[in-house]
């Protein structure tokens, strides 16, 4: 067996006793199951949704006719035509979910706390479109290269986050976070640190993506490649966090508890089982520190995708650690692909379903990911409804 290397979570270890834990008192989402916690809850309990025809999104080939896509949405519809006419389809997909997210949230943005709130979001690379649509035309169009500048802010990664903050005048820091299938876990932990060292009081946190043929060629490919046939999706999961603690002493509700985010780097999957032991130990690690112990865990969202390679070696780890019966959610099933907006769905998933039934309110379940280049991650969260008013 290889010897799995040093994850960053225990290069990490240090101080994260003190480690506040987070809230979320908000949530907004859109994906191929629809717009909304609601839409999402009633693809997850079934019958899952069937894939888009996607045919008439694009004028370039696509590897396959269908998607998870949204095929009605138009960012005017959501947050008007001025100042929207040159945002491509990540940024209005995100600045939407951002949008839901504050309406959802009960915490008020105005100029006395702008200052200490901030966003900080997941992605994949930005807009592979945006950035190959706006790179070709410097090579196609006539001289002096007649590329237009407005479009130039699309080609950047951090074109999502940049365009919430002045959208909704948040000054805190803004971060995008590049990692792809661990977007979201990733995103979290920065965004836990920023509230833990106090630079901002609250955080818009989420991931994006959107389809696109650039995106749909990937998922095609890499499905192929691993044996998986899942067609591409896309969309956006955005949640408001705060300290739990604050949240608790003025009287609010909250959604969830955040436990433990817990993220490693080991062998790639294969047949040693070096990836499952570290996925495993990753997992362990953040059950130790959420201080939950493995039977009560309710939930597994995992990043099942339909690839035995991976799936396999995933099931393993939990398999391990929390045994074979606890209920496993397969979120891909209802969005597709959607790469660094996976994670974010599995937590909107989870939180969506706790909306709709309050019986579950204070059950513990765990959020697993992992990419074929061997990293992992596994969060931990406490998931209440809003009937359940949870205080504290």
Known sequence: MTTATRSSAAASGAGTAATATLA???FGVLSGAG???QALAAAIAGP???PSDVRDLYEEPLPRQEAHALLDFKVRDHLGRKGTSFFDRATGLGLVACKAALADSDLVVDDDNRDRVGITLGTTAGSAK???DYSRDTFVQDRPYLVNPLLFPNAVMNCTAGQAGIWFGLKGPNATVAGGSMAMHNALRYGRN?????YADALLVGSVEEFSPHSAWAAHFGQSVEGGDLPAGEGAA???LERADDVRAAGRSMDAEILAVEVGVFDPPGPDGAFAAGLETCLRRALDRAGVAPEEVATVATAWSGMPRLDDAEEAAVTA???ADVPRLRVKEVTGEAFSATGAFQVAALLARHRGEPARD???SVITTRSAEGATGAAVIRGWSRAGGHHG
Do not use: Q
């Open 24 to 26: 979320i008192t908000g």
């Open 35 to 37: 717009l909304g916690p």
């Open 48 to 50: 899952a949704p069937e």
């Open 130 to 132: 945006s950035t190959s």
């Open 194 to 198: 920023l509230i833990n060292c106090h």
């Open 238 to 240: 955005v949640f408001v």
């Open 321 to 323: 650690v929390l045994g």
């Open 362 to 364: 204070g059950e513990i």
